[in-house]
């Protein structure tokens, strides 16, 4: 089992800065991979960025790659997602994720085994 509580989330104006946090607990955090998706009210969930174990590899969405960064933490069990430049299309709950197997595709939510409870982020304009 593992246990993922996310922190950091607000409100910014457009251009601002956020920094998320996910803390992880139950399993030795090396182990898996770790992801964050969002979802807008109506919208389905969407990938936005993924770490591997050993965070030797990154991937980004298209619309977040220049502005955001995943990064991990393994000797602190913590994921970050470092938000720059926000803009009001960037407004969702933000929620990370952890695959214990290598996932067919890192961008899929489907290949997760464990979520957090989420955190709203909002960019208004």
């Known amino acids: 089992q593992v246990q993922l509580v996310e922190s950091g989330g607000g409100q910014v104006q457009a251009g601002g800065s956020l920094r998320l946090s996910c803390a992880a607990s139950g399993r030795t955090f090396s182990t898996y991979g770790m992801g964050w998706f969002r979802q807008a009210p109506g919208k389905e969930r969407e990938f936005v960025a993924a770490?591997?174990?050993?965070?030797?590899?990154?991937y980004y969405a298209n619309s977040v790659k220049g502005r955001f960064t995943i990064s991990r933490d393994n000797a602190k069990n913590t994921v970050y997602l470092q938000m720059n430049n926000l803009q009001p299309e960037d407004t969702a709950v933000y929620y990370c994720?952890?695959?214990?197997?290598?996932?067919?595709?890192?961008?899929?939510?489907?290949?997760?085994?464990?979520w957090g409870q989420g955190t709203q982020v909002t960019v208004s304009s």
């Open positions: 994720a952890a695959v214990i197997r290598t996932p067919r595709s890192y961008s899929s939510p489907y290949d997760y085994d464990y």
């Open positions: 770490i591997t174990r050993s965070g030797g590899s990154a």
